[in-house]
């Protein structure tokens, strides 16, 4: 069982890691850098990535922005989770079937 249940957590945990590297890749590729003119006031005129400019964008004028932000790296807990939680099902469940039989 503890074999099964590392190993569905580790592909939940895998599968959740997706959006985070595609996160950090997309960041990556927005080095230009421009003077930030957001609602943050103590950051106007100053020169910022494009990538750093969008996510206080998200944050400070989206609605709920810091949460989305947030649930990003929460994907691979709850990935590892839902895996984890399919693994203690499935070895029970399968152990009945088999142990009745």
Same mark, same amino acid.
Request: glycine letters at 10%; zero cysteines.
């Given at each position: 069982?503890?074999? #099964?249940?590392?190993?569905?957590? $580790?592909? %939940?945990?895998?599968?959740? $890691? !997706?959006?985070?590297?595609? *996160? !950090?890749?997309?960041? /990556?590729?927005? #080095?230009?850098?421009? *003077? ?14 494009? /990538?750093? *400019?969008?996510?206080?964008? &998200? ?18 807990? &709850?990935?590892?989770? $839902? %895996?984890?939680? /399919? %693994? &203690? ?7 009945? !079937?088999?142990? %009745? /039989?």
């Amino acid at each position: 069982m503890r074999s #099964l249940v590392l190993l569905l957590s $580790l592909t %939940g945990a895998v599968v959740g $890691l !997706l959006p985070v590297i595609l *996160e !950090l890749v997309q960041q /990556a590729y927005f #080095l230009s850098e421009v *003077e930030y003119n957001g609602v943050y006031e103590p950051l106007r005129g100053v020169q910022t990535s494009r /990538a750093y *400019e969008t996510s206080q964008d &998200i944050s400070f004028q989206v609605r709920s922005g810091l949460f989305l932000r947030r649930a990003v790296w929460f994907a691979p807990l &709850i990935g590892a989770a $839902l %895996g984890a939680v /399919a %693994g &203690i099902i499935a070895y029970r469940f399968g152990f009945r !079937l088999t142990r %009745g /039989a």
